[in-house]
């Protein structure tokens, strides 16, 4: 048995993306028996049906990808109140045409983190009935909301103590029922 597989899709290209930077810190504080594939979803076109038949190569590459990994992590902000665009774009291209769902069965988990006193809370729930659609089993509890504030992030990009023992039981937890729930 090899490492377990886990994508990871960022629902913000912003360079300099709180989101991104707590992507590549739970990455570091992943166990080594984790393999995580970042999936860029920047450089998808808009989902359009007319090109289901045809699809460019950047969806069969996300596809391609998502297929080769266990498990999925959504790590996102919320933009709105939802999520981004580019995020649902990513869904839509994996989803179709009908019949050739790339995500069901991924089990999957979201987080995500904002200057807001809510964190990405309506956003994940948004997203988490998406993927109820896509049949993609999803971690329900704990919920993971984050605020973020100056010192969240060190000079290296590593989460502040305060919050890293409660973030990483999550991680654990998810990559756990990631393990568990692979391949269902």
């Excluded at 808009?46 to 992590?73: F, M, P």
């Excluded at 010192?151 to 290296?156: R, T």
Aim: hydrophobic share 40%; net charge positive.
């Amino acid at each position: 048995m090899g490492n377990l597989q886990i994508a990871i899709l960022v629902g913000s290209l912003r360079k300099e993306s709180i989101n991104k930077q707590l992507a590549n810190a739970i990455v570091k504080m992943a166990p080594t028996s984790v393999d995580f594939k970042f999936v860029d979803i920047g450089n998808l076109p808009l989902y359009n049906q007319d090109d289901d038949e045809h699809q460019a190569e950047s969806v069969r590459k996300l596809k391609a990808d998502i297929h080769q990994c266990d498990a999925v992590l959504f790590i996102t902000p919320e933009y709105n109140r939802s999520i981004p665009g580019v995020l649902k774009n990513a869904l839509d291209h994996g989803s179709r045409p009908y019949g050739q769902n790339a995500w069901a069965k991924k089990p999957t988990a979201i987080i995500g983190i904002s200057p807001s006193p809510v964190g990405t809370a309506i956003a994940q729930q948004h997203l988490r009935g998406v993927l109820a659609v896509l049949d993609m089993p999803t971690l329900c509890q704990p919920e993971m909301f984050l605020q973020f504030k100056d010192g969240f992030f060190d000079g290296a990009g590593n989460i502040n103590e305060g919050s890293r023992k409660f973030i990483k039981s999550w991680i654990d937890r998810f990559i756990n029922w990631a393990s568990i729930n692979k391949g269902i």
